[in-house]
């Protein structure tokens, strides 16, 4: 019976180290998960009458950028691009110009994790501004969403429609941006419609997908840019670049689990003196099977 005892003792002993392990490794992969968090960035030129521009991405408190784009023209917009949660600025400058040169226009934004955001240059060249746009990854269940960004200098006022029925902008001025809407799948015509121009374009929609459809001032007339926002289920297009920007990526504080390791080594090791301290016959009970 005292054998029994013992081992049962010993038993305890051995899970409650494996506890003390345990919890402090589940709490280092919960803070790496977080430290790790993801969301995406594009950079996008929407300004008809402003010249090419060089566009920069810096982390907060960095002074080399993540990313450069170099001669951005009109009716640009890159792929999406993965990027640590964080603190980040754009700045926008002249083409050509030193990347230690004053910014032409800078802005800052806060990433949060699974979210997106498009940082474009966005109205006249005299009233030029970098607008952060939050984009929706999660349409509503069998629909799509679709918003209008209006960046056409020659058309003071666009009508934009949807052959589905809808008027998603009655009105839309150069730098305006409506609120999503829902979209039943199916492909539709969009039109643009200006006093002296107008334009169509056929855009499948797919459900779960968002779109962002962008009126441009072309070589003809109006244009429509269709942009995809995201390809479903909360994630960004298909075929966008995942691998990030590059650059330093912070480092989260070292795991614990070492330190519990040798709080539990120790733990068992006072334990079992104390063990051996009361059982100090345990040898001749094992070797005598009492």
Not at 108 to 122: E, I, P
Request: glycine content about 12%; hydrophobic content about 40%.
């Amino acid at each position: 019976m005292r054998f029994t005892r013992t081992i049962r003792r010993i038993t305890m002993l051995l899970a409650a180290a494996a506890l003390l392990l345990g919890v402090p490794a589940a709490v280092a992969a919960h803070a790496s998960a977080a430290a790790t968090g993801t969301g995406w960035i594009r950079l996008a030129h929407f300004s008809p009458n402003t010249p090419a521009v060089d566009v920069y991405l810096y982390s907060f408190g960095n002074s080399n950028a993540e990313i450069v784009l170099h001669h951005v023209t009109y009716g640009t917009v890159s792929p999406y691009e993965s990027v640590s949660v964080g603190d980040y600025s754009v700045a926008m400058r002249s083409a050509g110009a030193s990347a230690t040169s004053q910014p032409v226009l800078s802005t800052s934004l806060t990433v949060k994790a699974d979210r997106a955001y498009t940082v474009a240059g966005m109205g006249p060249e005299s009233g030029l501004r970098l607008v952060v746009l939050d984009d929706q990854l999660t349409p509503p269940s069998g629909k799509s969403l679709v918003r209008v960004v209006q960046a056409s200098l020659k058309q003071q006022a666009v009508k934009f429609t949807c052959s589905c029925g809808g008027t998603l902008a009655s009105k839309a001025s150069l730098g305006s941006v409506t609120s999503y809407a829902p979209i039943p799948p199916g492909t539709w015509t969009m039109a643009a419609i200006g006093s002296t121009a107008k334009t169509s374009l056929p855009v499948s929609l797919v459900a779960g997908t968002v779109h962002t459809e962008v009126v441009l001032d072309g070589s003809n007339g109006l244009e429509i840019l269709n942009l995809e926002d995201a390809a479903g289920a909360g994630l960004p297009p298909a075929g966008g670049v995942t691998t990030g920007f590059g650059g330093t990526a912070g480092h989260g504080p070292g795991s614990p689990l070492p330190w519990a390791a040798l709080i539990a080594a120790g733990s068992l090791l006072a334990a079992g003196g104390g063990l051996r301290l009361r059982r100090h016959g345990l040898g001749r009970q094992l070797r005598s099977g009492v």
